[in-house]
């Protein structure tokens, strides 16, 4: 889970500068995704989870392009990717409700990118996915996911790289 859950902190330490969205606004005349989303938070983010996504691969001795479905550099980027997706379609309802960037989601704030990551990689590489995501993993994922949330965001409000400890 590491290559989805690094992203997350990534695009908030170095994240900033152009929006996503270009500061466009939806019929609605709020923000399509609103200023929490930079293309710079995007990339960097995903970078980062490939990064240490190709550090674990090496740890365990593999290559970074082996064959399905061991964990190699596509796996990486689909949870990289999913994770920071996820992240991104959460805004854009998060949007729709009103809540304005940054404000609390419970629940949804805490799974978004969980479920951006899960999602790509049963799609992109089923059978790595069925291997590894078995229903206790899951488990285990939902429980520690919440409380790893918490504690990050914390470190990263008095590091200053977030404005709200959540
Ligand atoms: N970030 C970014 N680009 C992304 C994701 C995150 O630049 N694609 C940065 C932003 O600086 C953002 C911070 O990481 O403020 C924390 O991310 P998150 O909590 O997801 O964003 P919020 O500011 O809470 O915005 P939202 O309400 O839309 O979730
Ligand atoms: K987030
Ligand atoms: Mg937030």
Known sequence: MLPAYVPNSAAAAVGGGIPIDGGHTWYDGKRILGDGKTIRGFFGGVACGCIIGILQIMAQGQPVFSMLPKLNIFSVLLLATGALVGDMVKSFFKRRAGIERGGKWPLVDQYDFVAGAFLFLFVGNPAFAFSVLTVPVIIAILIITPVLHRVVN?????????????
Do not use: A, E, L, N
């Open 154 to 166: 914390i470190i990263g409000y008095k590091m200053g790289v977030k404005d709200v400890p959540w």
